[in-house]
């Protein structure tokens, strides 16, 4: 995908020691954005800084101290924040009374409390300046509901909900926000989280198709892209029909 040139912008982008984000902070560094990328795991981060020609801060976004001063090391480098990617996320696969609480904790920060926190440090300098592009990568689990997902889904749902809100807040402003709804991404996410991806169906798409249409959704004024595009439709029955939704779910899984 040809991006519109970003020369001079500043990205912030999570999740990009892999997967989708490793392909977004690529990029975005490609249309000339001067990125930050953010994740774990130093080394893995550190190699995907270097082939991007970026700069690794590495942080575990679970704490919320560490998240809200990731913001604050890039405004002391460049004084801005152009594109925030929220991308970083973890899963969960099992029942929900085999989980602790230390595991949904961690799920609900990073998943959901830390693009929060990121949001809110990133947004007066977009509104002073009247442009901003804020990226949320949520989940078809998000907008369906997954059986022995539901701490999954119950975050990527309040993703979802937070950027809905946020755009009618910041509407007529100059922020674009976007919210990338893959299905089934072929990432290293499935065996972190102890479960393969048990269907045949949705196929899995590679992280660059899913990094492209988040990127494209946000700098062509998407509000939402599903991906692929044919989850609009159980997207639309489960909002339009509810009782006939969890039947089918009920039947087909
Ligand atoms: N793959 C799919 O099928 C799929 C489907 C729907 C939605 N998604 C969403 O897509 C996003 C990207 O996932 P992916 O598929 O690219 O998976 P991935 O390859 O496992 O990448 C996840 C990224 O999030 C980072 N991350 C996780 N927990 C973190 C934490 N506590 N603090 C900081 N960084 C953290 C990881 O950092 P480290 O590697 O350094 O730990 C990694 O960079 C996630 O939000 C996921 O929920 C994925």
Redesign the pocket.
Known sequence: MQLRRLDGAVALV????????TAAAHRLARAGARVFL????PQ??AAAARSAGGTALP????DPERTAGLVQRVLDDTGRVDILVN?????YAGALTAMGDDQIA?LVA??LTAPMLLTRAVLPGMLARGRGHLGF?????GRLGVREEAVYAGT?AGLSVFADSLRQETAGRGIVVTELV????D????D?RGRPYPRRRPR?VS?ERAADALLAGMFGNRSEVCLPRWMYLPIAVRAALPATYRRLAGRFG
């Open positions: 999570t999740g990009a020691s892999s997967g989708i984000g953010t994740g774990r795991d893995r981060l942080c575990d976004l679970v991308n970083a996320g973890q899963g961690a990073a998943n990568v949520g989940s078809i689990a990527k893959p299905a089934v991404v990432t290293p996410f499935f972190r899995p992280a």
